[in-house]
T-cell receptor, first 114, second 109 residues
Framework: EAQVTQNPRYLITVTGKKLTVTCSQN?????MSWYRQDPGLGLRQIYY???????DKGDVPEGYKVSRKEKRNFPLILESPSPNQTSLYFC?????????????FGEGSRLTVL | KNEVEQSPQNLTAQEGEFITINCSYS?????LHWLQQHPGGGIVSLFM???GKKKHGRLIATINIQEKHSSLHITASHPRDSAVYIC???????????FGTGTRLTIIP
């Protein structure tokens, strides 16, 4: 089954404790991206990647890192989480450019930073 | 002001009504995505379009790139259509995506 898988789905952590949210897709998609969703602000893009070893900043990259060492995986790293990073996070992929194909989303990861 | 604006923010209608959700954007885009998010959070892609009109079942999406406007229509609305509908623009010249804050649709039986 074609899917985008995120882990963990739910996480409560404390300020400053490094964490990684994994994202994996099994569709051989070129494009992968991360978003955070906050009430009243909607979906905001954090980082995106067009291919292996190619990553670019979205609108809200501060406090986040990503890597794309393999085509199928695109982890989101919070080196020193802070309470303002409490949010619902989505990973998405697309077979090529975002103006040529639909987006496939993971189920979301709800992160709480205390 | 957000680069992508949706209207209305909230919409309540009776089952069977024709629904229109609007999306306008202030930046140049090469394509626009319409997404659906049901309570519980999962996001599903409905349409990606760069010109004209697309139809899938009871859903129709239109776009006028020059006028920077897109609409999502739902015919014969049903309670299962109750969800948040989100539009997002693929920025021209790069692969960034900018989304509106969503329209919450409630269909009453």
């Amino acid at each position: 089954e074609a899917q985008v898988t995120q882990n963990p789905r739910y996480l409560i952590t404390v300020t400053g404790k490094k964490l990684t949210v994994t994202c994996s897709q099994n569709m051989n998609h070129e494009y992968m991206s991360w978003y955070r969703q906050d009430p009243g602000l909607g979906l905001r893009q954090i980082y995106y990647s067009m291919n292996v070893e190619v990553t670019d900043k979205g609108d809200v990259p501060e406090g986040y890192k990503v890597s794309r060492k393999e085509k199928r995986n695109f982890p989101l790293i919070l080196e020193s989480p802070s309470p303002n990073q409490t949010s619902l996070y989505f990973c998405a992929s697309s077979w090529d450019r975002v103006d040529t194909g639909e987006l496939f989303f993971g189920e979301g990861s709800r992160l709480t930073v205390l | 002001k957000n680069e992508v604006e949706q209207s209305p923010q909230n919409l309540t209608a009776q089952e069977g009504e024709f629904i229109t959700i609007n999306c306008s954007y202030s930046v140049g885009i090469s394509a626009l995505h319409w997404l659906q998010q049901h309570p519980g959070g999962g996001i599903v892609s409905l349409f990606m379009l760069s010109s004209g009109k697309k139809k899938h079942g009871r859903l129709i999406a239109t776009i006028n790139i020059q006028e920077k406007h897109s609409s999502l229509h739902i015919t014969a609305s049903h309670p299962r259509d109750s969800a948040v509908y989100i539009c997002g623009g693929a920025n021209f010249g790069n692969e960034k995506l900018t989304f509106g804050t969503g329209t919450r649709l409630t269909i009453i039986p």
